[in-house]
């Protein structure tokens, strides 16, 4: 499951509790770790 904008990371840890592979990305590097901790992935960071 493709998070783009993820967050806290509240959505990814829902689909990751259904048993969905996730790759989250965010343009905040404070928000990415939050969800980092939060759904025990890597977060990616967005640059534009």
Known sequence: M???GCG????AH???T???K???LDASEE???L???HI????LLMKF
């Open 8 to 11: 806290s990371g509240r959505d």
């Open 14 to 16: 829902y689909f990751k």
């Open 31 to 33: 928000l990415g770790k």
């Open 40 to 43: 025990g992935e890597n977060v």
């Open 22 to 24: 996730i790759t989250a």
């Open 18 to 20: 259904q048993n969905f």
């Open 35 to 37: 969800a980092s901790a």
């Open 2 to 4: 493709l998070d783009l």
